[in-house]
């Protein structure tokens, strides 16, 4: 009788504990489905966040030349700028217009082109009219010139002309050829 009433004392025991573990197992079960509705933020409002947070970074002082509607390859550029990495170059279009191009140290003519390209994408969009531009139409029409030497061969590093970070070069129109 006694072994009846121990086995039946260690049942209820278990089903105590199984009771008690179903009940655990169900309260993190409710605080994971939580979390998940917690995190499933819809697109506009984890947009609205991830831009405030950016906002904020750009007030750095070293990011503080970036626009408001930063992307992170401007982010990138600045900090690789900072770190000695990149270098700006000033691209003087005959309009007076200069377009501060950030590209690597090791930079050959066709990155500062595709950099300058890049720049002019981003431009249009922050000003809404945005167009299409023929690069083609437009590498086959100008070049790039620095002290006096066209910058032809895509293949050549920047360095190979003696630019250097800060240093200008022109947006100039071919000559036609007679």
């Known amino acids: ?26 309260t993190v079960k409710q605080e994971e489905q939580e979390e998940e509705d917690e995190e499933a933020l819809p697109h506009s409002e984890f947009l609205d ?4 947070g950016l906002a904020l970074i750009v007030q750095d002082p070293l990011l503080c030349d970036l626009p408001i509607q930063v992307t ?17 170059v000033r691209v003087c279009k005959a309009d007076g217009e200069v377009m501060p191009i950030v590209v690597v ?6 990155d500062l082109k595709k950099a300058i390209q890049r720049y002019m994408e981003l ?25 006096g030497e ?10 190979d002309y ?9 947006f100039m129109k071919k000559l036609g050829k007679k």
Do not use: C, P
């Open 105 to 110: 140290q090791s930079a050959t003519v066709l």
């Open 150 to 159: 066209r910058l032809e061969d895509d293949r050549r590093m920047l360095k």
């Open 49 to 52: 966040i991830f831009e405030e």
């Open 72 to 88: 992170l390859e401007e982010v990138n550029s600045q900090v690789a700028l900072e770190y000695g990495q990149a270098m700006t």
């Open 1 to 26: 009788m006694d072994e009846e009433l121990h086995v039946e004392a260690q049942t209820k025991n278990v089903d105590e504990t199984e009771v008690k573990e179903e009940g655990i197992d169900e």
């Open 162 to 170: 003696g630019i250097r970070n800060r240093d200008d070069v022109t």
């Open 123 to 147: 431009k249009q969009q922050r000003e809404g009219g945005v167009k299409h531009i023929s690069w083609k139409y437009v590498w086959r029409t100008y070049h790039l010139v620095f002290s």
